[in-house]
Nanobody, 112 residues
Framework: HVQLVESGGALVQAGGSLRLSCLAS????????MGWYRQTPRKQRELVAR???????NYVDSVKCRFTISRDIAKNTVYLQMDSLKPEDTATYYC??????WGQGTRVTVSS
């Protein structure tokens, strides 16, 4: 198991950008899949983006061309660059590893 700590959530105006970080307690080199989910009180948990061990990425349609997931293996960190933010992106964002380990979440609020 690996411990995950997210950071970077904030209040931002619509059209702005944020970069979320997910720091792992151990090397992420061998983790098959890491990614980000988000959840709001009104919606089910939604997979936002994921990146595989081989570097392949996937995104939910609503964030394609706006969000970019990446990783820095040397820093044991996965990032989520979020551009052109919209009010509907407001949520708590959770980092995960192999659908087994989860962070505590970081809050993103986008004002209109």
């Amino acid at each position: 198991h690996v411990q995950l700590v997210e950071s970077g959530g904030a209040l931002v105006q619509a059209g702005g950008s944020l970069r979320l970080s997910c720091l792992a307690s151990a090397t992420i080199f061998s983790i098959n899949v890491m990614g980000w989910y988000r959840q709001t009180p009104r919606k089910q948990r939604e997979l936002v983006a994921r990146i595989t061990k081989g570097g392949s990425t996937n995104y939910v349609d609503s964030v394609k061309c706006r969000f970019t997931i990446s990783r820095d293996i040397a820093k044991n960190t996965v990032y989520l660059q979020m551009d052109s933010l919209k009010p509907e992106d407001t949520a708590t964002y959770y980092c995960y590893a192999n659908m087994r380990d989860w962070g505590q979440g970081t809050r993103v609020t986008v004002s209109s």
